[in-house]
């Protein structure tokens, strides 16, 4: 079998370690130029993660690849609320084109864009075909927000049967676990710990171990896995409004209430406003809490 030469590149995006993936993927030389193409794909969605849009909008040409220009065209959707209906006309009409809406890159980028639009049927349908594992990985995810754990476990099984030692199917398997309740959090947490010790404390592998213990009611051992994971991403005052982040904010919130840490729970509502969107799965719990906090 020739080597796979994405390998630690994937592995690098898949556990959030969004800048060695740039790192890593600026220093590779390919052998084709399908190979070139996947690389460019990761290290622009690695800028995309980290809110670095406009690297992203300034650096790929308008005649690049469909796969660079559908990272470009998320790129765009995340940065400019004001192009919304022209993103998405762009998304249907590639999608309907014979040959650019045959492209797997195209077809995980619509199903994310999709889903944040809260369009759930739309986003399953183009991701039908199951060609890639990431596709899967993403209806693994909106059927766990759709609190589906058994069509989750379903998607799943089509993961482990492409690629049952992945990085991104134990991945998978950790958030099923979290989904499927308690007799399975401590698996969740042994995966994810696994992980850590096979890849290193990456921010998203720190929060979701710490979002099993969270639901095992540990919430001393979470607060001190999430304080590791802040000192990842730098000061607490200058902390970047990145998914990964808000996922993390979410854990602390979380910990921070049950810890009765009432100005840590007011500091994090604050800083997950300017970061949650409403494709978030606590985006509805974080209106609630809003509504709920006193009037100053």
């Known amino acids: 079998m020739d080597p796979d030469e994405l390998y ?7 556990i959030g370690q969004y800048k060695l993936a740039i790192s890593e993927g600026q220093g590779l030389s390919l052998s084709s130029e399908r190979l070139k193409i996947d690389r460019d794909v990761y290290v622009y969605r690695s800028y995309v993660a980290l809110n670095n849009y406009k690297k992203v909008i300034s650096s790929i040409e308008d005649n690049s690849p469909t796969d660079l220009l559908a990272v470009k065209l998320y790129a765009t959707y995340l940065s400019s609320p004001g192009q919304k209906d022209m993103v998405l006309m762009t998304l249907k ?42 596709m899967l990985a993403l209806k693994v995810q ?9 069509l989750a476990e379903a998607e799943l099984a089509k993961m482990q049967d492409k690629e049952d030692d992945s990085t991104l199917t134990q991945l998978a398997t950790a958030w099923v676990y979290l989904a499927l309740g308690e007799s399975k959090f401590q698996e969740a ?39 590791r994971a802040i000192k990842n991403e730098g000061e607490w005052d200058n902390l970047p409004l990145t998914p990964t982040v808000g996922d993390l904010l979410v854990n602390l919130l979380v910990c921070a209430e049950h810890l009765r840490k009432a100005s840590l729970v007011e500091d ?7 970061v949650i969107t409403p494709s978030h799965p606590f985006y509805a719990n974080l209106q609630l809490l809003d509504q709920a906090l006193p009037v100053n």
Do not use: P
């Open 8 to 14: 630690s590149l994937r592995n690098q995006f898949w």
């Open 93 to 134: 009409d590639w999608l309907n084109d014979e040959v650019s809406g045959e492209n797997n890159t195209l077809k995980l980028i619509a199903g994310q864009i999709y889903l944040n639009e809260g369009e759930i049927k739309e986003a399953l349908k183009i991701l039908h075909s199951d060609a890639t594992l990431e």
């Open 142 to 150: 909106i059927y766990i927000k759709m609190q589906r754990a058994n």
């Open 189 to 227: 947490a042994y995966i994810y710990q696994e992980e850590i010790d096979r890849s290193g404390q990456s921010t998203a592998l720190l929060s979701g171990l710490a979002s099993a213990n969270i639901r095992m009611q540990k919430y001393d051992d979470a607060m001190k896995l999430l304080q």
């Open 268 to 274: 994090c509502l604050t800083r997950l406003k300017k």
